[in-house]
């Protein structure tokens, strides 16, 4: 199932909590290789990874469909470019790499933007995918709390084969948040006492989705998380071994054969 979630509303208040995650830039640097070039930022909303990315010597374009989230990464001079994932407006073979960071689970036909960011890249050029799996969601215990978000939010997310079978033989290279400067629903559970804090919740489309069509729901599951952080239960620490094994997200890296 997509999800129409828009980012308009975001793109004047996502940078407040959601920024480049050393956590991230990890795994997507050892993904990306280290000569870098042209790139492609797919999804780049606010621009902070074609920031970091740009101030480490690649070239991104960002790339999206929301001209709010595209204004926020103009003003942090990254050349932007209005577009739909499912069709890139990009010459075949003429990028060095095209990244999608937090962005694959909104776009319907998600097979299309893979296969668009094949098409695109040069041959020995990359393309590196940072998304949860959903046999990652399972790791992410707040969703615990909200089942019906749950079922929405896993129903958005496509297993890790599936992710292998549009990358054939892409390596995949674990994201584990240490960190909350990316303050997404994964890293958030990192810190559950800022999942209490509405204003940090809403700037993750997973939390804005449960504002709007399960607020009931919400409002229970953060009641009862409050309770058990008082009672002082430590969600973030339970289940080590599996999310040790699962990690919190995945950058999967796909070279097109030279
Ligand atoms: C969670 S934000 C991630 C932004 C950025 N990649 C980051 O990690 O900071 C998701 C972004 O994907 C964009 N987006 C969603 N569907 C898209 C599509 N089909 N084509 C292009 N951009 C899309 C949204 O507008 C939004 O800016």
């Given at each position: 199932?997509?999800?129409s979630?828009?980012?308009?509303?975001?793109?004047?208040?996502?940078?407040?909590?959601?920024?480049?995650?050393?956590s991230?830039?990890?795994?997507?640097?050892?993904?990306?290789?280290d000569?870098?070039g042209?790139?492609?930022d797919v999804?780049?909303g606010t621009?902070?990874y074609?920031r970091a990315?740009?101030?480490?010597?690649?070239?991104?374009?960002?790339?999206?469909r929301?001209a709010?989230m595209l204004?926020?990464?103009?003003s942090k001079?990254l050349p932007?470019?209005?577009?739909d994932?499912?069709?890139?407006?990009?010459?075949?073979g003429?990028?060095d790499a095209?990244?999608?960071?937090?962005?694959?689970h909104?776009?319907?036909d998600?097979?299309?933007?893979?296969?668009?960011?094949?098409?695109v890249?040069?041959?020995g050029?990359v393309?590196?995918?940072m998304?949860?799996t959903?046999?990652?969601?399972d790791v992410?215990?707040v969703?615990?709390?909200?089942p019906?978000?749950?079922?929405?939010?896993a129903?958005l997310h496509?297993?890790?084969d599936?992710?292998?079978?549009?990358?054939?033989g892409a390596v995949?290279h674990?994201?584990l948040y240490e960190?909350?400067?990316d303050?997404?629903?994964?890293?958030?559970?990192?810190r559950?006492?800022?999942l209490l804090?509405?204003?940090?919740r809403?700037?993750?489309?997973?939390f804005?989705?449960?504002?709007?069509?399960t607020?009931?729901?919400?409002a229970d599951?953060?009641a009862?998380?409050?309770a058990?952080?008082a009672a002082g239960?430590r969600?973030q620490?339970?289940?080590?071994g599996?999310?040790?094994?699962?990690?919190d997200?995945?950058?999967?890296?796909w070279?097109?054969?030279?």
């Open positions: 199932m997509a999800t979630f828009e980012y308009s509303n975001q793109a004047r208040t996502y940078d407040l909590t959601r920024a480049a995650s050393p991230v830039l990890a795994p997507l640097r050892a993904a990306l290789g000569r870098p042209s790139l492609v999804g780049g621009g902070n074609a990315l740009a101030d480490e010597g690649w070239r991104p374009v960002v790339l999206d929301n709010g204004g926020r990464a103009a001079q932007v470019a209005l577009g994932a499912s069709a890139l407006p990009v010459a075949d003429s990028v095209v990244v999608f960071v937090s962005m694959l909104h776009v319907p998600w097979q299309a933007a893979l296969a668009e960011a094949r098409r890249v040069r041959p050029g393309v590196a995918v998304a949860f959903r046999e990652q969601v992410h215990w969703l615990g709390y909200l019906a978000t749950l079922a929405h939010f129903g496509q297993t890790r599936e992710l292998l079978g549009a990358l054939p995949e674990p994201v960190d909350v400067v303050g997404s629903v994964a890293a958030l559970c990192r559950p006492e800022l804090d509405p204003e940090v809403a700037q993750t489309s997973l804005e989705w449960a504002e709007t069509h607020p009931d729901e919400l599951g953060m009862r998380l409050e058990d952080l239960v969600p620490d339970a289940d080590p599996r999310r040790a094994a699962l990690g997200a995945s950058v999967l890296a070279r097109r054969p030279t």
